[in-house]
């Protein structure tokens, strides 16, 4: 992968499952679109998507990235956004196995690479009319579940993860045992020697607790920026800075 897909290429992932992380992707996709940025955004492994035909399609993760990105809902669009996607809502392996497919670690990460390196030969360079500065190409590639999830067989989303040397963007809920969930995360990526960016705490509904509690005793322990993210209010200056 050439330096440039590498200096503006974000993975995003998760402390646990259903705890925001397309809804933080897509609000960074908005907020980095509204600053004049260049943005692809992929989930390449999708559980739990209806048929693009079903009208339940427009509720999928995969269809609300696309429209973060301002794309329309085609066949075309939903196979450049999401080529694995599975039925069943579970884990990427479990859902392949009930469909009789099999899916490999070499080829999600070759996927991802071809898709990182076209798209920033495709737009080497983005003019910041504001500012008068070349802007290099985004690309964000959202995970499946948390952090360990299984993926195939043999892999997990740290696997992944791991094999695209990308920073990471970890996102967290804010529900009952989240801060551990969340510097359990943040210990694993680090000893595997993966960048974190930032940490989002995504606003979790009927917590006990506010997300600015969460969040607190998460950065006194992270050592990395924290911010968060209500649900209906968009992508945080302090983050977006980081991510730079």
């Known amino acids: 992968m050439n330096q440039i897909a590498r200096r503006r290429a974000l993975f995003i992932a998760g402390a646990g499952t259903e705890i925001g992380k397309t809804y933080v992707t897509a609000a960074l996709t908005r907020r980095l679109r509204d600053e004049g940025r260049s943005v692809l955004t992929l989930k390449p492994l999708a559980s739990g998507v209806p048929p693009i035909d079903n009208p339940a399609f427009a509720e999928s993760d995969t269809a609300i990235l696309l429209a973060a990105q301002g794309l329309p809902v085609t066949i075309e669009t939903v196979e ?21 497919r099999r899916l490999q670690l070499d080829e999600l990460v070759a996927w991802c690479e071809r898709r990182l390196s076209s798209y920033s030969h495709s737009h080497p360079e983005v003019v910041d009319g504001s ?4 802007e290099e190409p985004t690309v964000l590639i959202e995970g499946v579940g948390g952090l360990m ?21 970890l996102v967290s809920g804010s529900y009952l ?19 974190i960016v930032g ?43 980081a991510i730079g």
């Open 199 to 241: 940490i989002v705490v995504s606003e979790s509904e009927g917590a006990p607790t506010p997300p600015e509690v969460v969040a607190d005793a998460i950065a006194r322990h992270a050592h990395a920026p924290v911010a968060i993210v209500r649900r209906g209010s968009a992508f945080p200056d302090t983050l977006l800075s």
């Open 149 to 169: 999830s299984p993926i195939t067989g043999d892999a997990t989303g740290l696997d992944w993860l791991r094999q695209l040397s990308l920073p990471a963007l």
């Open 177 to 195: 045992g989240a801060i551990s969930h969340a510097l359990t995360a943040i210990e694993t990526l680090r000893v595997h020697g993966v960048p």
């Open 80 to 100: 450049a956004c999401s080529p694995w996607r599975f039925a069943a809502p579970l884990a990427p392996d479990q859902a392949a196995a009930r469909e009789g």
């Open 131 to 134: 500012a008068g500065a070349l």
